[in-house]
């Protein structure tokens, strides 16, 4: 069966399949391969097939909800859902069941979407893109389980990469969701900060926290987005997306560039294939780097000790040992660390729409300058793996700037092409991947 989410609508109101037949498929697949992969934190078929006849009623009365309605979509266990735990995959919410719905869900329920299939597994508190420590059990990748499937949305990543769900909602601090999709050979989009409503999401920092979307596919992140109040960005026309006089900066960086071989030169290959287009790509370093980074740091740790200040007093024990050290050692920043970071993060995102985005249209950079690494790594050429996964996405959370992820080369190795355009700019960020897509396969 097709995981096209506008194929399903055709087939839906046609008659030749019904929701209840898409949802058994997912079902199916979750029993066949979540006991390996480790993408499901809970289950609930009988709500999920509720559900999915209530949305085929309504194919069959005429009372459509739109091109979502009896699709399943995937939640990562940060959003709350009413009646079912939300437990950030921490022995700590085991028995926290919402009253309501995060808005987004709300937003996807009153779509059609199937939301009720069950909860997606994350890295503990959504703190660390490895997604090797939950308390429900590391994620693996779909591809090579000895593998990471990436963090710390990785049971989103590795759902929609085996078509359990077609697509699913992760968060994204500081590369969330593009590295897990990136790992997992699907797309990802991280929308401008706050597009979409973080009302009801647990949080790990509020000024850097994005609610994101993994696809399998650029239509299918498309009609989400879309789904989800964004401008409909009309991919059919995408090829004749305007190339003249456009200069996209290509990020270079001696320190990380020479990490992973293949990746640089999977990269080369597509940059030349946006050259051939008549491109103008510009070679350099992400302006104002040490800035960015060291502003991330401070608020990102200052506000996660701060949501996690009583539990980390009163049940240390119960966190996953890596994040319970990533809070303590971030909990000694100063009020004074905290508004300079703040007062920089503004001036940044100004100096980015001022200077940077006057003189290009878009940043280039791979997702992640390495192929997924073996679980147990914790170290890259001596460099935290935490760090070397997120060098080239953390620095757009703080700019608060969307970026989308697309698969290089074959799904399995891992690799992903990040394009990151102005505030504001998803539909014309999504045209422009799309004009280019024929590069990222090969």
Request: net charge negative; with cysteine; charged share 20%.
């Amino acid at each position: 069966m097709t995981s096209s989410i506008r194929e399903y609508h055709q087939q839906f109101q046609s008659g030749r399949a019904t929701p209840r037949d898409v949802i058994e498929e997912s079902i199916a697949r979750i029993e066949a391969r979540n006991s390996e992969l480790n993408a499901f934190i809970s289950v609930d078929w009988a709500r999920a097939r509720r559900e999915a006849d209530e949305a085929s009623e309504r194919y069959r009365t005429g009372l459509i909800r739109g091109v979502l309605d009896g699709v399943p979509v995937g939640l990562k266990d940060l959003f709350n859902t009413q009646g079912i735990a939300t437990t950030a995959a921490s022995k700590i919410l085991l028995k926290n069941v919402p009253n309501d719905d995060a808005a987004v869900v709300s937003q996807l329920h009153l779509a059609g979407a199937n939301t009720r299939l069950g909860k997606l597994n994350l890295h503990e508190f959504a703190f660390s893109p490895t997604g090797t420590a939950s308390y429900f059990g590391p994620m693996k990748n779909p591809h090579d389980p000895t593998r990471m499937a990436g963090g710390s949305s990785g049971g989103s990543g590795i759902a929609v990469a085996t078509r359990m769900v077609t697509t699913a909602l992760g968060t994204d601090t500081g590369g969330s969701v593009r590295i897990p999709a990136a790992f997992c050979g699907i797309y990802g989009l991280k929308p401008t900060y706050d597009r979409l409503s973080r009302h009801g999401v647990i949080p790990l920092s509020w000024t850097l926290d994005h609610v994101g979307i993994l696809a399998d596919s650029l239509d299918n992140l498309a009609v989400m987005s879309t789904c989800l109040g964004f401008k409909d960005p009309d991919l059919t026309g995408s090829e004749s997306f305007g190339f003249p006089d456009m200069r996209v900066l290509w990020l270079q960086d001696d320190m990380w560039d020479p990490l992973d071989e293949v990746v640089q030169n999977s990269m080369r290959q597509v940059i030349q294939r946006m050259i051939g287009m008549g491109i103008d790509i510009v070679p350099g370093d992400l302006p104002r780097a040490g800035e960015i980074r060291a502003s991330q740091q401070v608020i990102l740790g200052s506000e996660a000790a701060n949501y996690h200040w009583l539990w980390l007093q009163n049940q240390p024990e119960d966190y996953q040992p890596d994040v319970r050290e990533r809070l303590t050692t971030r909990a000694s920043f100063l009020a004074i660390h905290y508004i300079e970071a703040l007062r920089r993060r503004q001036e940044l995102i100004m100096f980015y729409r001022d200077t940077v985005f006057r003189d290009v249209a878009f940043i280039v950079s791979p997702t992640v300058p390495i192929r997924p690494p073996k679980l147990e790594v914790d170290q890259v050429n001596g460099i935290d793996v935490r760090q070397v996964l997120t060098v080239w996405t953390a620095p757009f959370n703080l700019l608060g700037l969307p970026a989308v992820t697309l698969p290089v080369g074959r799904p399995e190795e891992g690799m992903g092409l990040q394009i990151v355009a102005p505030w504001g700019e998803e539909r014309r960020l999504l045209q422009f991947a799309a004009s280019v897509h024929g590069g990222y396969r090969g």
